[in-house]
């Protein structure tokens, strides 16, 4: 099974950027669809992007406009710029793949956006 691991989190002032990046231990095409995910503290884990094997993304209403997630098919990497973070995006946030045989998620990377 192909792995995922994340990188890229820390402390981020409101209004900054962030980029966050998950790098497969394999042929990221795998993957029909990749993603982030986030959970914040007594909260249930809620998406935050997908980005298909073609292209085609899908934001939470949330970070629209805010975030924009790429993927690297080439270097197997998928990325999560973040840009004018707030507050209320403080969470884990979770790198997953989904394939035809079986999901695969990272071990998580914390983000806190404070001043």
Same mark, same amino acid.
């Given at each position: ?41 007594? !909260? ?8 298909? =094997? /073609?292209?085609? +993304?899908? @934001?939470?209403?949330?970070?629209? &406009? ?19 973070? !707030? ?8 790198? =997953? /793949?989904?394939? +035809?045989? @079986?999901?695969?998620?990272?071990? &998580? ?7």
């Amino acid at each position: 099974q192909v792995r995922l691991v994340e990188s890229g989190g820390g402390l981020v002032q409101p209004g900054g950027s962030l980029r966050l990046s998950c790098a497969a231990s394999g042929n990221i095409l795998n993957f029909y669809v990749v993603g982030w995910d986030r959970q914040a503290p007594g !909260k249930q884990r809620e998406l935050v992007a997908r980005i298909t =094997s /073609g292209g085609t +993304t899908n @934001y939470a209403d949330s970070v629209k &406009g805010r975030f924009t997630i790429s993927r690297d098919n080439d270097k197997n990497m998928v990325h999560l710029q973040m840009n004018s973070p !707030k507050p209320e995006d403080t969470a884990v946030y979770y790198c =997953s /793949g989904r394939s +035809t045989e @079986y999901d695969s998620w990272g071990q &998580g990377t914390q983000v806190t956006v404070s001043s």
